[in-house]
């Protein structure tokens, strides 16, 4: 019988949760780092066993964890992100005459091949990449070099570098997404980029269709068809068929197009999610309604997704990093809130269940299917 692995990283800790394929019942792990903020907890595709996890204060910096054995024991990632060989303070070396600083790790992205090579977003928007389990990370620097640098800006939570989609039909490709500059893509393993964004449109700036300066919330796509990406921005919800060429809305029947997290159905990838939030200055769902909407068309046709969920007075959000899906046969959707509840269906959307209540403000799920 399978199993599913679920990382949830909080702003108090990182906490495991287990169970069979039936996820009926729940065994829970933690608090590991109790205290620490957890930005982001992914377990590598190539070894199961190997999980990474940003850790982060705002009193003792950024530290990089690794666990050899699925979560039960961590160690420091080598010195990562280390200053005169003090690891976690947030200063790199990048051959300027003084340090340049970042305030945190936002996402580790696990390559899909080697357990040992991991890629790290950072804050202030910055892309880095380890080929020895984290002994030791370089930056790519072309992504923060490219000639649009000087027109990012931060959006509200920061200019986090927040989404990294590696490609399994081409090894060479990989996709990020910056808050607020926009989609980049590199070919050549992220020696070069450019940007992905002609067709999104964003009115509180300058130029609504800049080629950057747009606030993308996230980027998802599936495995099978590594051209579709799906996206949800600081309003309006996007789709490219053509790996970030060119986008076109696809917010169709939504009541919100705001929204931070998106995902696609492991097996159906014309299946996506989202949880529509009231709007930027309101970070809760309409009428304290929390729901998800899944569009089984690619997109335009939502359909609201409430059975097991708080229909009254509940005005928690849903982050970025908090929406993940297994891989076992009925697909199981996962999300997470800032009131500390995590939430699952075990049949693409239509059933859902606490299977974690009161934990502290969830930043990030990811899930693990397991043999």
Known sequence: MSRVRVLVGTRKGAFILTSNERRKRWAVSGPHFPGWEIYHLKGSPADPDRLYASQSSNWFGQVMQRSDDGGKTWAPAGNAFAYDGVPGTHQWYDGTPHPWEFKRVWHVEPSLTDPDTVYAGV??????????????????????????????????GGMGLHTILLSPAEPGRIVTAISAAGTFRSDDEGVTWRPINRGLKSQYIPDPEAEVGHCVHRVAMHPSRPSVLFMQKHWDVMRSDDGGESWREISGNLPTDFGFAIDVHAHDPETVYVVPIKSDAEHYPLDGKLRVYRSRTGGNDWEALSDGLPQRNCYVNVLREAMAVDALESCGIYFGTTGGQVYVSADSGD???AIARDLPAVLSVEVQTLP
């Open 351 to 353: 059933h859902w269940s």
């Open 123 to 156: 804050e202030d928007a910055a892309l880095f990449r380890t080929t020895d389990g984290g002994k030791t990370w370089h930056e790519l620097p072309g992504l923060r070099g490219h000639g649009s640098g000087p027109q990012w800006t931060p959006g509200a």
